[in-house]
T-cell receptor, first 114, second 112 residues
Framework: NAGVTQTPKFRILKIGQSMTLQCAQD?????MYWYRQDPGMGLKLIYYSVGAGITDKGEVPNGYNVSRSTTEYFPLRLELAAPSQTSVYFCASRGSGVNGNTIYFGEGSWLTVV | RKEVEQDPGPFNVPEGATVAFNCTYS??????FFWYRQDCRKEPKLLMS???SGNEDGRFTAQLNRASQYISLLIRDSKLSDSATYLCVVNEGGTGGFKTIFGAGTRLFVKA
């Protein structure tokens, strides 16, 4: 039972490089999210999606892009990496409906920009 | 005002103590509520949902007050293994879509 799978788990990027964090879920969830968590801080919402073909900005979208061509995949693209993007990135998903829906997280992607 | 605010912590308590965490949310259209637990360098995991009638799971009790837009978590008889960060989580509905908003978390240290 895979749940939410993120890759890579660890990555070091040089300033100005680009990369894509991959996220896949096998629970047929409509809602998917990308969060970042800086050391000792809370989760901040980067982007979210309420279904295939629909994405929207969260609290901290600058420097990132997303796409949602299918229900299963929700990749996060970093263009022109900056040291401020050093963080842990969590992908998450949850089902439709309003009450009592659990959000499931991937194990996180640790990104360092040097 | 932050959408979801929690006690800043950290809380340092001895084993066996009772500890309470508080959380407030700003969007009155919020529709479902949860407490998550996050261990160091791990992803958050669901601890329990929070219902208007209040709910209990072993040593953990969660309460919701919609009128005051307030959520609480009570941990009785604290164990060393309860040491973690506790996150208040709110699902917002309405025309803005179903965003899931996390509080900044309250860190708990339980000491022997």
């Amino acid at each position: 039972n895979a749940g939410v799978t993120q890759t890579p788990k660890f990555r070091i990027l040089k300033i100005g490089q680009s990369m894509t964090l991959q996220c896949a879920q096998d629970m047929n969830h409509n809602y998917m999210y990308w969060y970042r968590q800086d050391p000792g801080m809370g989760l901040k919402l980067i982007y979210y999606s309420v279904g295939a073909g629909i994405t929207d900005k969260g609290e901290v979208p600058n420097g990132y892009n997303v796409s949602r061509s299918t229900t299963e995949y929700f990749p996060l693209r970093l263009e022109l990496a900056a040291p401020s993007q050093t963080s842990v990135y969590f992908c998450a998903s949850r089902g439709s409906g309003v009450n009592g829906n659990t959000i499931y997280f991937g194990e996180g992607s640790w990104l360092t920009v040097v | 005002r932050k959408e979801v605010e929690q006690d800043p912590g950290p809380f340092n308590v001895p084993e066996g103590a009772t500890v309470a965490f508080n959380c407030t949310y700003s969007n009155s259209a919020s529709q479902s509520f949860f407490w998550y637990r996050q261990d160091c360098r791990k992803e958050p995991k669901l601890l329990m949902s929070v219902y208007s009638s209040g709910n209990e799971d072993g040593r953990f009790t969660a309460q919701l007050n919609r009128a005051s837009q307030y959520i609480s978590l009570l941990i009785r008889d604290s164990k060393l293994s309860d040491s973690a960060t506790y996150l208040c989580v709110v699902n917002e509905g309405g025309t803005g879509g179903f965003k899931t908003i996390f509080g900044a978390g309250t860190r708990l240290f339980v000491k022997a």
